[in-house]
């Protein structure tokens, strides 16, 4: 008779010994290892993201800066340049130029500032006429008119002003008022 070949068995189906608690020890020692080097894999990461959003913090902060002084820059220029026109319109008057002449380049340089304030979006708030708003008009005076409408500005003594929507300063008024101290 022959003999017949033993089968053999892959490890996986080959019974193991019962683990021991060493063993046990030793695979929960390992998950800690995993689980530690994991976790400090993750601690890294999270500063290095840290680092790179204080960077990215201090490189707009930066940036924004710029911007600021550049446009600081490009209002203080046009200012320069207004400020030498004036400067021309008072040396002319000094030197004892026509009168209309002089007048006549004020008001060259009055237009040339209503241009630059409609470029920067400033514009003037109307009072004369209006019922007083307290968000854009400061009533300094009041006005007895008996004929008048009570709380209606009967005169603007200082111009007000907006940027876009915002106030920038209210235009200081004179309010009529039907009697006196009413």
Known sequence: MSEEPVPVLPDALVETEKPTRDSELDVLR?????????????????????????????????????RFEHGREEVLLEIVGLWDNLEQAL???????????VVTGL??????????????GVSPIVAVGQAVNPDLHEVLEHEVRPDGEDGVIVAELKRGYRLGL?????????????TQGG
């Open 91 to 101: 040396a002319a008057a000094r030197a004892g130029a026509d009168l209309k002449a």
């Open 166 to 178: 915002r106030v920038l300063r209210p235009a200081m008024v004179k309010v009529a008022r039907k």
């Open 30 to 66: 390992e998950a800690a290892d995993i689980s530690r080097k994991a976790a400090d894999n993750l601690s890294d990461q999270l500063k290095r993201l840290t680092a790179d959003f204080e960077a990215f913090r201090r490189r707009v902060d930066r940036e924004k800066q710029e």
């Open 107 to 120: 008001e060259l340089i009055q237009q040339s500032f209503e241009q630059f304030f409609r470029r920067a």
